[in-house]
């Protein structure tokens, strides 16, 4: 059963928000996240301070730095961008539970649901984008192949070879995913060439936004960044006609289907 709490609310306003900014934009805004921050914190000390229990308060602090942690191991293990990493941390006010171990247990439980929906999430849209422009994301697929032609023949023999090796399931799983990645990679860049690609105007560009090419200005080369680029590239970049970008998955309405499974399922893990 749902807690319809004050946290509850504020957070699903939020991600509702955030996920209309990232499927319109591909971006959270930091105000927002910056707000969901200071909005349940505040609610959390006033609660510490109306129940005399500063408990809550030394609570609140292990959270944050557990979530700041996390927040950074997803954001430079490039698994999310930085409005993603950023409303995750914005959401640590909302597992705050009566002691730390019940506080770590549910942080681990939404990540589990949030890595579940992504999963999910990410398979159902890239089909999408493939259906919709299956006959020039093929041909980037042939294009592929015929490039990575000599790791793609030898892969099926290293697969079967750690198949083989031992009897331990780890290794009969990794055989499975030696031959399955370079599949996926090249299914993957496909799909990203055709279908996550767009050439704008430079005047349109927008801090954080991500090159699909190098492009140079004069004798300035400006490379791709997983950081996107700066204030200062956009400012070189903004009298060009022509700029590629790349437009990553719009990971945050995963974020609302995690924090559905959330505050449906966490009670049957506690």
Same mark, same amino acid.
């Not at 209309?20 to 914190?41: A, C, G, P, T, Y």
């Not at 730390?100 to 579940?116: C, K, Q, R």
């Not at 031959?179 to 050439?199: C, D, Q, R, V």
């Given at each position: 059963?749902?807690?319809?709490?004050?946290?509850?609310?504020?957070?699903?306003?939020?991600?509702?928000?955030?996920?209309?900014? +990232?499927? %319109?934009?591909? !971006?959270?805004?930091?105000?927002?996240?910056? &707000?969901?921050?200071?909005?349940?914190?505040?609610?959390?000390?006033?609660?510490?301070?109306?129940?005399?229990?500063?408990?809550?308060?030394?609570?609140?602090?292990?959270?944050?730095?557990?979530?700041?942690?996390?927040?950074?191991?997803?954001?430079? #293990?490039? =698994?999310?961008?930085?409005?993603?990493?950023?409303?995750?941390?914005?959401?640590?006010?909302?597992?705050?539970?009566?002691?730390?171990?019940?506080?770590?247990?549910?942080? #681990?439980?939404?990540?589990?649901?949030?890595? =579940?929906?992504? @999963?999910?999430?990410?398979?159902?849209?890239?089909?999408?984008?493939?259906?919709?422009?299956?006959?020039? =994301?093929?041909?980037?697929?042939?294009?592929?192949? %015929?490039?990575?032609?000599?790791?793609?023949?030898?892969?099926?023999?290293?697969?079967?070879?750690?198949?083989?090796?031992?009897? @331990?399931?780890?290794? %009969?799983?990794?055989?499975?995913?030696?031959?399955? @990645?370079? &599949?996926?990679?090249?299914?993957?860049?496909?799909?990203?060439?055709?279908?996550?690609?767009?050439?704008?105007?430079?005047?349109?560009?927008? !801090?954080?936004?991500?090159?699909? +090419?190098?492009?140079?200005? #004069?004798?300035?080369?400006?490379?791709?960044?997983?950081?996107? &680029?700066?204030?200062?590239?956009?400012?070189?970049?903004? $009298? $060009?006609?022509?700029?590629?970008?790349?437009? #990553?998955?719009?990971?945050?309405?995963?974020?609302?289907?995690?924090?559905?499974?959330?505050?449906?399922?966490?009670?049957?893990?506690?």
């Amino acid at each position: 059963m749902i807690e319809l709490t004050f946290l509850f609310w504020l957070f699903l306003i939020g991600i509702l928000v955030a996920t209309f900014q +990232d499927l %319109k934009r591909r !971006e959270v805004d930091n105000w927002l996240n910056l &707000l969901l921050i200071l909005i349940s914190l505040s609610y959390v000390f006033y609660k510490a301070l109306y129940e005399k229990n500063p408990e809550i308060i030394l609570l609140t602090g292990f959270i944050i730095a557990i979530m700041f942690v996390i927040m950074n191991i997803f954001y430079y #293990g490039r =698994v999310f961008g930085g409005g993603d990493a950023g409303l995750l941390f914005a959401m640590s006010a909302f597992f705050i539970g009566v002691e730390f171990i019940e506080s770590a247990t549910n942080i #681990g439980i939404f990540i589990l649901f949030l890595m =579940v929906s992504g @999963s999910i999430y990410g398979t159902i849209y890239s089909s999408i984008l493939y259906i919709k422009n299956r006959e020039k =994301v093929n041909k980037e697929i042939k294009k592929g192949i %015929k490039k990575h032609k000599k790791i793609l023949l030898a892969i099926p023999i290293i697969s079967v070879a750690f198949y083989f090796l031992s009897n @331990s399931l780890i290794f %009969k799983l990794l055989s499975i995913i030696i031959f399955i @990645s370079p &599949l996926l990679y090249i299914f993957a860049k496909g799909l990203e060439n055709i279908s996550m690609t767009k050439t704008i105007s430079g005047k349109d560009l927008r !801090e954080g936004d991500w090159l699909a +090419d190098k492009e140079r200005i #004069g004798k300035k080369v400006i490379n791709y960044s997983w950081e996107g &680029l700066s204030k200062e590239e956009v400012r070189l970049l903004s $009298k $060009k006609k022509k700029v590629k970008i790349k437009e #990553g998955l719009p990971f945050v309405p995963a974020f609302l289907m995690a924090f559905i499974l959330y505050a449906l399922l966490r009670t049957l893990f506690n």
